[in-house]
């Protein structure tokens, strides 16, 4: 942590010199806003020297709304985004921390650190430039200016920026490092060697430097020293899935194809969305006459990267050596759909359309590869760069998402988090006297009209009502407990709507959705103006909606074969609930409460299931209007924008989601706005 040592240094030295200055202007008043909101900074800037990104950034939101005026939070709060690949939020924040204090070089830094993995050099060099002038004894701004430099490839600038650093901090290990890898591209491998031992020798915690070795002497095919370099790094940290691979990739190349499998095996445990991983194992499984096998690791890997052409072009290889022509076929069709111009693709499908006797196609395609041969005078026309199976696979391996997938504690854009919309809102119980009653009443939203009633005298029983989208199932005995009392006050006041609320609720909480349903047509129909009956109504309509379209998924699925061209249509014709019911009840909601965002929300989400995304959008839009720090809407917002294809507006409310607490927008966020613009 040197470089955040560095940081809080310069911010020392920024804050005494303006200290005197600033007791001539602070009143009694604002003297309490600053320790508040200092103590959210400081709590703020231990998360972060701890990696807890995500607490970090709540701390210091309530840092920024306390006082928007200081720079600190906002450079911080920018200093966690960036750390959870929220590139765009990160920028925002630094923009205002460098509006408030344009003399802080690292705020230039980060902000040109942001636009690098963004791929917009170019402007980060002129970040870095900044960043420079006002800190030019600075040895961390030259290292990030070198990396991007070595990233345009504009290796010798690099080299002096790399030197530099290493003449303002000569133990700057990252300075060796990365001029290694410099001298590596320049094919200097013994150069390269000597300052990646240099980075070594001032660390030798440094994971990195072995992992980087280790790529270095595999490059050589020094492979049994490969595997030693990424095995000592495994000691420092055994949960990197790049680690794995590159063993494994050694051990290919060492016959040990065992070992090559295990390793692979553990990559897609740690991250199993990592398509090269399928790929290469696909590659294993085929030399090995293991094609069935092989099919299946290729369907992964064009489905998680659709756009990759060598995944289509070997899957149709396979289908070819299955005697599956036609799919092969189709495989071809997709490759070539991607890459109009390869030529290996139009042979092989005119050596199977000649196989299926259809003439006249094999003739074509035979003669449009002749003509792309003759274009490019190659064999199969594709750029030099993935031609070779090594450099096809440099190239994706760094492309490719090898991040720590399991890695606990901040970096939730790690971790493998299913992906779907936030769930509705309900009005459940708490009971006063539960030993969970704090935790749970943790979780509530406050709404008036809620607060109103349980502070009135029909809060009977112990029970109070609150709005949460948490609710956990009661215990069988508990259950029966709070029934009995209910059963019992129901029979006294049989036309209180409020007790066939309760016992409604009280069903859901055990999962007896009929029941349920029945205690909220009863609460409506005693009082047809009930809008906490409507909404809960809403969600059982809704919940039984949903039970009923899996089971009739489950149903229809044996009868449909999945080898068919419409059994697309099918499956998604299939997953579209019909929820018009729990949408007349939400319309019934918020005729009693127009102002009610949370019901707004609810609905956005069923529009949403149903894929009226327009709808959906213009529900949580209005939601927002009403509840501006509703963070489930700005998420399910950004959601149902990614569903569009609109990355540009969903990843602003995903920063917004997860800047307001929800963690899961920062998975999304790496995956689907780390290079949005």
Same mark, same amino acid.
């Given at each position: 942590?040197?470089?955040?040592?560095?940081?809080?240094?310069?911010?020392?030295?920024?804050?005494?010199?303006?200290?005197?200055?600033?007791?001539?202007?602070?009143?009694?008043?604002?003297?309490?806003?600053?320790?508040?909101?200092?103590?959210?900074?400081?709590?703020?800037?231990?998360?972060?020297?701890?990696?807890?990104?995500?607490?970090?950034?709540?701390?210091?939101?309530?840092?920024?709304?306390?006082?928007?005026?200081?720079?600190?939070?906002?450079?911080?709060?920018?200093?966690?985004?960036? @750390?959870?690949?929220?590139?765009?939020?990160?920028?925002?924040?630094?923009?205002?921390?460098?509006?408030? =204090?344009?003399?802080?070089?690292?705020?230039?830094?980060?902000?040109?650190?942001?636009?690098? &993995?963004?791929?917009?050099?170019?402007?980060?060099?002129?970040?870095? /430039?900044?960043? %420079?002038?006002?800190?030019?004894?600075?040895?961390?701004?030259?290292?990030?200016? /070198?990396?991007?430099?070595?990233?345009?490839?504009?290796?010798?600038?690099?080299?002096?920026?790399?030197?530099?650093? %290493?003449?303002?901090?000569?133990?700057?290990? *990252?300075?060796? !490092?990365?001029?290694?890898?410099?001298?590596?591209?320049?094919?200097?491998?013994?150069?390269?060697?000597?300052?990646?031992?240099?980075?070594?020798?001032?660390?030798?915690?440094?994971? @990195?430097?072995?992992?980087?070795? /280790?790529?270095? =002497?595999?490059? !050589?095919?020094?492979?049994?020293?490969? #595997?030693?370099?990424?095995? !000592?790094?495994?000691?420092?940290?055994?949960?990197?899935?790049?680690?794995?691979?590159?063993?494994?990739?050694?051990?290919?190349?060492?016959?040990?194809?065992?070992?090559?499998?295990?390793?692979?095996?553990?990559?897609?445990?740690?991250?199993?969305?990592?398509?090269?991983?399928?790929?290469?194992?696909?590659?294993?499984?085929?030399?090995?006459?293991?094609?069935?096998?092989?099919?299946?690791?290729?369907?992964?890997?064009?489905?998680?990267?659709?756009?990759?052409?060598?995944?289509?072009?070997?899957?149709?290889?396979?289908?070819?050596?299955?005697?599956?022509?036609?799919?092969?076929?189709?495989?071809?069709?997709?490759?070539? $759909?991607?890459?109009?111009?390869?030529?290996?693709?139009?042979?092989?499908? @005119?050596?199977?359309?000649?196989?299926?006797?259809?003439?006249?196609?094999?003739?074509?395609?035979?003669?449009? +590869? $002749?003509?792309?041969?003759?274009?490019?005078?190659?064999?199969?026309?594709?750029?030099?760069? #993935?031609?070779?199976?090594? &450099?096809?696979?440099?190239?994706?391996?760094?492309?490719?998402?090898?991040?720590?997938?399991?890695?606990?504690?901040?970096?939730?854009?790690?971790?493998?988090?299913? %992906?779907?919309?936030?769930?509705?809102?309900? %009005?459940?119980?708490?009971?006063?006297?539960?030993?969970?009653?704090?935790?749970?009443?943790?979780?509530?939203?406050?709404?008036?009209?809620?607060? $109103?009633?349980?502070?009135?005298?029909?809060?009977?029983?112990?029970?109070?009502?609150?709005?949460?989208?948490?609710?956990?199932?009661? &215990?069988?005995?508990?259950?029966?407990?709070?029934?009995?009392?209910?059963?019992?006050?129901?029979?006294?006041?049989?036309?209180?709507?409020?007790?066939?609320?309760?016992?409604?609720?009280?069903?859901?909480?055990?999962?007896?959705?009929?029941?349920?349903?029945?205690?909220?047509?009863?609460?409506?129909?005693?009082?047809?103006?009930?809008?906490?009956?409507?909404?809960?109504?809403? *969600?059982?309509?809704?919940l039984m909606a949903m039970q009923n379209i899996e089971k009739a998924g489950e149903a229809k699925e044996e009868f449909i074969n999945k080898n068919t061209d419409d059994f697309k249509n099918q499956t998604d014709?299939?997953?579209?609930?019909?929820?018009?019911?729990?949408?007349?009840?939400?319309?019934?909601?918020?005729?009693?409460?127009?102002?009610?965002?949370?019901?707004?929300?609810?609905?956005?989400?069923?529009?949403?299931?149903? &894929?009226?995304?327009?709808?959906?959008?213009?529900?949580?839009?209005?939601?927002?209007?009403?509840?501006?720090?509703?963070?489930?809407?700005?998420?399910?917002?950004?959601?149902?924008?990614?569903?569009?294809?609109?990355?540009?507006? +969903?990843?602003?409310?995903?920063?917004?989601?997860?800047?307001?607490?929800?963690?899961?927008?920062?998975?999304?966020?790496?995956?689907?706005?780390?290079?949005?613009?």
């Amino acid at each position: 942590m040197a470089i955040f040592d560095a940081i809080m240094k310069q911010l020392f030295s920024f804050r005494h010199y303006f200290f005197l200055a600033l007791l001539l202007f602070i009143s009694s008043s604002s003297v309490f806003a600053q320790v508040n909101t200092q103590r959210f900074v400081a709590m703020g800037r231990t998360d972060l020297f701890n990696d807890n990104y995500t607490e970090a950034i709540k701390n210091l939101t309530i840092a920024v709304q306390a006082n928007p005026e200081k720079f600190e939070p906002y450079f911080f709060r920018g200093l966690a985004k960036y @750390s959870l690949g929220d590139y765009n939020g990160a920028i925002e924040d630094l923009n205002k921390s460098i509006e408030i =204090n344009p003399y802080f070089s690292y705020s230039f830094m980060y902000r040109g650190l942001c636009k690098q &993995q963004q791929k917009k050099f170019h402007e980060a060099l002129k970040d870095y /430039g900044a960043a %420079i002038h006002r800190g030019p004894n600075n040895a961390d701004i030259f290292v990030s200016r /070198g990396v991007a430099k070595l990233q345009l490839k504009l290796y010798q600038s690099a080299l002096a920026d790399f030197d530099t650093a %290493i003449i303002l901090d000569s133990k700057n290990e *990252n300075a060796y !490092l990365n001029k290694g890898l410099v001298l590596f591209e320049l094919k200097q491998m013994d150069a390269a060697l000597e300052e990646i031992n240099k980075s070594i020798k001032l660390n030798y915690l440094n994971k @990195s430097a072995y992992l980087r070795r /280790g790529i270095l =002497n595999f490059e !050589l095919k020094k492979y049994e020293e490969a #595997i030693f370099d990424f095995e !000592l790094s495994m000691k420092l940290d055994d949960t990197d899935p790049l680690l794995y691979f590159f063993r494994a990739m050694s051990r290919y190349y060492l016959k040990d194809k065992k070992g090559a499998y295990e390793d692979y095996a553990k990559v897609l445990e740690l991250d199993p969305y990592n398509a090269l991983t399928y790929y290469n194992r696909a590659i294993l499984k085929t030399e090995e006459k293991n094609y069935l096998g092989a099919m299946l690791d290729y369907d992964k890997v064009t489905t998680i990267n659709p756009t990759n052409i060598y995944g289509y072009y070997n899957k149709a290889s396979v289908k070819s050596l299955l005697n599956d022509f036609a799919g092969a076929i189709k495989d071809y069709d997709k490759a070539i $759909e991607l890459f109009p111009d390869f030529a290996r693709a139009y042979l092989n499908r @005119s050596a199977l359309k000649q196989k299926l006797n259809d003439e006249k196609g094999a003739y074509t395609d035979y003669l449009k +590869a $002749e003509t792309i041969r003759d274009k490019y005078d190659q064999s199969d026309s594709l750029p030099a760069i #993935i031609k070779d199976s090594t &450099q096809l696979t440099k190239l994706i391996a760094f492309e490719s998402d090898f991040n720590n997938a399991n890695v606990d504690g901040g970096r939730i854009q790690f971790k493998n988090v299913y %992906i779907e919309l936030e769930s509705n809102f309900i %009005i459940s119980m708490l009971a006063k006297d539960e030993q969970e009653y704090i935790n749970e009443r943790r979780k509530q939203y406050f709404v008036e009209e809620i607060a $109103e009633y349980n502070e009135s005298n029909l809060a009977q029983y112990k029970l109070a009502f609150g709005l949460t989208k948490e609710v956990s199932l009661l &215990q069988p005995l508990k259950a029966k407990e709070i029934l009995n009392r209910l059963e019992s006050a129901l029979a006294k006041q049989p036309n209180n709507p409020y007790n066939h609320l309760y016992i409604g609720i009280l069903n859901e909480r055990i999962g007896n959705l009929p029941s349920a349903e029945r205690s909220y047509l009863e609460a409506v129909k005693l009082d047809p103006t009930f809008g906490f009956a409507y909404l809960n109504l809403a *969600n059982v309509a809704y919940l039984m909606a949903m039970q009923n379209i899996e089971k009739a998924g489950e149903a229809k699925e044996e009868f449909i074969n999945k080898n068919t061209d419409d059994f697309k249509n099918q499956t998604d014709q299939l997953n579209i609930p019909d929820l018009k019911k729990a949408i007349q009840y939400y319309d019934m909601a918020l005729q009693i409460y127009p102002k009610l965002g949370f019901i707004y929300y609810n609905r956005a989400n069923l529009y949403s299931k149903m &894929q009226e995304y327009m709808k959906a959008i213009n529900d949580y839009n209005q939601s927002l209007v009403l509840q501006p720090n509703l963070a489930e809407a700005y998420y399910n917002r950004g959601l149902t924008l990614l569903l569009l294809q609109d990355n540009v507006s +969903a990843c602003p409310d995903l920063s917004k989601a997860g800047e307001l607490g929800i963690n899961n927008a920062y998975n999304v966020i790496k995956r689907y706005c780390s290079n949005t613009k």
